[in-house]
């Protein structure tokens, strides 16, 4: 059914319809109204043998999850930003143990300095974390990963983020086509754990693993993992059979069958790279993107070959790794580090940073012409920056750094509203 809602709202009825049966969570923006969403079908009684759980944190939250998971209960939350890295230890509790929550995780940059807008710093910060993770371009996509992602995460007994961007669409009102609730039941059958807590067979779960296994258990979590890239392609086609749209998927690749250029990215920021690729297009230049949907575990030989015809690639991303470079942009370079491809690492839209069509024609030119760098900052204020390094230079006690900038630009403080 075609319906005009917001994003949040979209993901809340996409998750009601998947009958989770424990949902726990800590308010935190921008996820809040897709936790709040979920309560109020649950309250309603339109989502039905569901046990809506308040936490006073969101360490707890995690910790609810692993437990009702644990007792076989399908279950789910959502989070983001500081929200998801005070969950961390639990969040690698989840996976070590094999439990196949899902939680959205929609993407908020990390502090300090304080900042609610949208990038990718804190679902990458978890990278290694043992999780799955899916990044959603739009909001159907968002509303389809959910549904996939329970699939996936309990045929693996593995947990799964479904990563959508914060405000970007979590708070945007589009068009969706919200699937039924017998479309839903098609294709994802009704929860059989592959573990459980059982009074009628006890075990114990989290036992003390000393090196003489502890390896072999992380290789088994990696082997786990990896079964992944096979079982995504098949239940996205299945989902297509099922709901008639292509959604999911290891990666979708745009007008790159004979590109010489192609863009890399993840997340909402496709739509505005497609939209200056087909400008590009139109101008005559040999340019494509490819779109990833599963960064964990990162689908190498998929990427390679999507890749392997390019003379360059421009990996654009919302997060960077401080001190050594680009995240995806790693993942990328190891994949196709055997092929003559010359690789730039472009960090973009930090913090919720606007990118426009105009500064990506600007960079997608200065690559093809062999003028960008291999890493590079986009609209970076250099002006800003170097006045900063030149006053640390001349004065050791030179200032909060974010304070001094907000100055330097001709702001007195951030406004959140």
Known sequence: MLKQTEGSHAVAEAVALCRP?????????????????????VKSGELRNCEFINVESEFAAMSVAIGSSAAGARTYTATASQGLLFMAEAVFNASGLGLPIVMTVANRAIGAPINIWNDHTDSLAMRDSGWLQLFAETNQEALDLHIQAFRLGEELSLPVMVCMDGFILTHAYERVDMPTQAQVDAYLPPYSPRQVLDPAEPVSIGAMVGPEAFMEVRYLAHAKQRQALERMPAYAAEFKSIFGRDSGGLLHSYRADDAETIVVAMGSVLGTIKDTVDEMRAAGDKIGVMGLTLFRPFPSAQVRDALQHAKRVVVLEKSFSIGAGGILATNVRTAISALPIDTYTVGAGLGGRAITKRSLHALFRGAIQGKLEFLTFLDLNREVVDK?????????????????LLRDVGVVAAKIV
């Open 21 to 41: 049966e424990v949902v726990c969570a800590y308010p935190i923006s921008p996820q809040t109204h897709i936790v709040e969403g979920v309560g109020e079908l």
């Open 388 to 404: 900063q390094l030149a006053r640390e230079a001349q004065k050791r006690r030179s200032g909060p750094i974010a304070e001094n």
